[in-house]
């Protein structure tokens, strides 16, 4: 059925780059808002970056400039290039999407989810 799988994510030395992918399966994505949050310890889930069917891409204040959201039509991906890593960016990622193609940056507002792919930056 429909399903969404992250990878990329490890342990990395602060400054450090990492890209993160997360493939969709189980149905066409290519009219999706595709969506990348993260989740640190005792904190709630933020939005980080998404990307409308166009291409279109919107971004998180705080990653504005540093991060880089994509999409690959033809495998169904979308990835998150993370340069500069920070220890404040040490988090579980997490990939959504959106049928109707529309922005939204609360977590609620979601149905398709992925199970994580954990980042972590040291000092």
């Known amino acids: 059925q429909v399903q969404l799988v992250e990878s990329g994510g490890r342990l990395v030395q602060a400054g450090s780059s990492l890209t993160l992918s997360c493939t969709a399966s189980g149905r066409a994505f290519g009219n999706y808002f595709l969506a990348w949050f993260r989740q640190a310890p005792g904190k709630d889930r933020e939005f980080v970056a998404g990307?409308?069917?166009?291409?279109?891409?919107v971004y998180a204040e705080s990653v504005k400039g540093r991060f880089t959201i994509s999409r690959d039509y033809a495998k169904n991906m979308v990835s998150l290039l993370m340069p500069s890593l920070k220890p404040e960016d040490t988090a579980v990622y997490y990939c959504a999407a959106r049928d109707d193609g529309v922005i939204r940056t609360t977590p609620g507002d979601y149905f398709y989810w992925g199970q994580g792919t954990q980042v972590t930056v040291s000092s």
């Open positions: 990307i409308t069917p166009k291409p279109n891409s």
